[in-house]
């Protein structure tokens, strides 16, 4: 079992309580930079789509869209029967991604940033004597108004203020839109127990099944384990680290320091749904993720594909957001420690090979590429099967052209394999991550 140590400078004077971090949260933000950017918006329910079609689903809502109950994966036809006055709006990502630094620079005014979470998500460490309660609660106001003054009149975020990062961000969830709320120690748990389990950052729909299969159904009862017995619940060390932060401990985890996965997927377009298509496509999928994987000097060591059919509804295992009857396979495959792309392409080779074939298993129509088990460049490994030169040869060559793409374009120097596919998968941008603009 992992052991985390306590953390230091946690001795507070007398008098105000201390705080340790400012957690960001721009609201909707996809919605907001677009009723920033159009006036009409403003005060309208307002939706973000990847493209104008009612298959496709939502990827932001604005408040007034919220009201009624539009959320992003709202099916966008769905969406329209749900809120009449719906404003769609097809997402322009290079926008989005221009704002988010404008926000950086409005932030940085104030106080520096420590880590950028997500293209809508930053956090800040406190120091000296912006750590007592009322400075804080003051730094965080004029961040804000840096934001309404800076960056965009409209834009609102709601920040949170606690002893460590998780906990300001749970605190930035607590009050939405443009809420501030401060987790001191003498009333974090209190909060927290106003709380579900659900409402914590680390725990989606199957860590809640987990937890509920336990027999933990409630804050009170999460909260009452053990530091063994949370680490026995989350089946590992995660389980561990959560007991120290929703006790207020603030430790630096280098582990937690660097993604964990890279991936694209794509919905293809009617003219590619044929093996050769999608084969084409999953190759495009395959160099982005390597850019960004060198991007982030990170290596990988699992590679995965997953593909999904169109097949008759009698005999369709599940539906695909887009109303699509499907049969779903994915495989994932173990690699050395890597970055280059002819190493990947040689993986996505093997996982192709491997794909079923037969009646349900002719009509591709969604295909993605994952990158695992990622690997910082400071803890990489040479592989005992390969020499320096020869590791060196690749990752060199991979490096000139993404130098060339960044430069002429992502498309610029290609595999033959992928001319196919060069109209499709175009950038699109997660909310966990912030792409450069090629």
């Given amino acids: 079992m992992a052991a985390f140590p306590n953390p230091a400078g946690q001795n507070q004077p007398l008098g105000q309580p201390q705080l340790n971090w400012l957690f960001l949260d721009l609201n909707s933000y996809f919605a907001s930079v677009e009723q920033e950017l159009r006036p009409e918006l403003r005060g309208k329910p307002v939706a973000v789509v990847p493209l104008m079609a009612d298959t496709t689903c939502c990827i932001a809502a604005s408040y007034e869209a919220k009201a009624f109950g539009v959320r992003t994966g709202t099916q966008v036809g769905e969406a329209k029967r749900m809120c009449p006055g719906l404003r769609l709006v097809e997402a322009r990502h290079e926008e989005y991604v221009q704002y988010h630094h404008r926000i950086i620079e409005a932030v940085e005014r104030c106080i520096p940033v420590s880590a950028v979470m997500s293209i809508d998500e930053m956090a800040c460490r406190l120091i000296g004597r912006e750590r007592p309660l009322l400075a804080a609660l003051e730094l965080a106001r004029q961040v804000k108004a840096s934001i309404r003054e800076h960056a965009g009149a409209t834009l609102r975020c709601s920040v949170g203020l606690a002893t460590n990062r998780y906990l300001a961000k749970v605190a930035s969830d607590m009050e939405k839109p443009d809420g501030l709320v401060a987790l001191t120690s003498d009333i974090q748990e209190a909060a927290l127990l ?245």
């Fill in 194 to 438: 106003q709380l579900t389990p659900r409402d914590l950052p680390s725990i989606g729909a199957r860590m809640e099944k987990r937890l509920q299969k336990a027999g933990i159904h409630t804050m009170k009862q999460l909260l009452s384990l053990d530091r063994e017995q949370m680490h026995a619940a989350w089946g590992g060390a995660p389980g561990e680290k959560l007991w120290y932060w929703l006790r207020g401990e603030d430790f630096n985890d280098a582990e937690l320091e660097h993604q964990k996965s890279v991936g694209h997927s794509h919905v293809l377009p009617p003219e590619l749904r044929t093996p050769e298509g999608c084969y084409a496509v999953a190759h495009k999928l395959l160099h982005k993720a390597a850019m960004r994987l060198r991007t982030a000097r990170l290596w990988t060591t699992h590679v995965s594909l997953a593909i999904r059919y169109a097949v008759p509804r009698a005999t369709a295992a599940s539906q695909h957001n887009s109303g699509i009857p499907q049969s779903a396979w994915s495989q994932g495959l173990a690699v050395i420690e890597c970055q280059d792309n002819q190493t990947l392409v040689e993986a996505l080779k093997k996982l192709w090979a491997a794909r079923p074939t037969g009646a349900n298993f002719e009509k591709p129509f969604y295909v993605g590429v994952g990158l695992g088990g990622l690997v910082p460049d400071h803890l990489h490994t040479l592989s005992l099967f390969a020499s320096l030169d020869a590791e060196s040869r690749r990752t060199r060559l991979s490096g000139v052209m993404d130098s060339v793409n960044r430069k002429y374009g992502t498309d610029t120097l290609c595999a033959a394999s992928m001319l196919l596919a060069k109209a499709a998968a175009p950038t699109r941008i997660a909310f966990t991550s912030i792409p450069d603009l090629f």
